[in-house]
């Protein structure tokens, strides 16, 4: 979100700037590791098999498909959270759908920077647009408008997109009740859906609306899906990156 430039105070306007980074102190220098102090693995990718062996010998996935089960680590690994896999819903289809959007070239549509900014790119099988239209222009006038938050009204501006595209809501229950909403109502249907909003007011029920969908309104998209308050942007975008790519 922009912001204007105002003047300061007095005090604030006669106040030293600070130095550009290349006149601060030691900005020439080589940098140094400090002494050693702690035992501590520190190989990224001996971190990463450790943590994802400790998730599978701890967690609970046997009641997941087959092929959920890296979606679901990866996921537990965003949050550390091994109790996790016991609220995980996972459409059956939605891993095979999800990847084949993607190597298609599909879009991943985000409702929130954080989750947008959480996918690793260099695993995205196409070079896929990861995008987020909160901050569009606008966003402000529909959300006043509608009566509703800015993420739902950001929400709308997928349309065009939406038709085979991978849908993440890490954030605002609002963007996943409005997601279906225009789902009901006629908008194209997305190869996925990641629906893990993350909060007190609306979020168990954003998710809980998202499993009854299908059955509802007899519109099938594959969907993951958290039970409860918990969610937010690491979950999300971990379960994008689980899709993204097969391997760990």
Not at 215 to 229: C, L, M, Q, S, W
Request: net charge negative; hydrophobic share 40%; charged share 25%.
């Amino acid at each position: 979100m922009s912001q204007q430039n105002r003047p300061g105070t007095p005090e604030q306007q006669n106040r030293p700037s600070a130095p550009e980074p290349h006149d601060r102190p030691g900005a020439h220098d080589t940098p140094r590791r400090p002494g050693r102090l702690y035992e501590y693995i520190d190989d990224g990718p001996a971190i990463y098999a450790d943590s994802f062996a400790i998730i599978r010998r701890e967690a609970r996935l046997a009641h997941l498909p087959d092929n959920a089960e890296r979606l679901a680590v990866r996921m537990i690994h965003g949050t550390g959270q091994v109790d996790l896999a016991d609220d995980l819903v996972v459409h059956p289809d939605l891993v095979p759908s999800a990847r084949a959007a993607l190597r298609d070239g599909a879009p991943i549509l985000c409702d929130a920077t954080m989750v947008a900014t959480g996918v690793t790119a260099n695993r995205l099988p196409r070079d896929n647009d990861v995008l987020c239209f909160l901050g569009d222009e606008r966003v402000p006038a529909l959300a006043r408008e509608w009566r509703t938050t800015r993420t739902a009204a950001a929400v709308s501006l997928w349309e065009p997109l939406l038709d085979g595209a991978v849908v993440a809501v890490g954030n605002a229950p609002t963007a996943l009740f409005h997601l279906l909403e225009m789902l009901a109502s006629g908008a194209p249907r997305p190869a996925a859906i990641v629906g893990c909003p993350v909060g007190f007011v609306g979020a168990a029920e954003s998710k809980q609306a998202l499993t009854e969908f299908a059955e509802r309104f007899g519109i099938d998209v594959p969907y993951v899906t958290a039970r409860g308050r918990r969610g937010g942007s690491a979950m999300t975008s971990s379960a994008l990156n689980a899709l993204a790519k097969e391997e760990e």
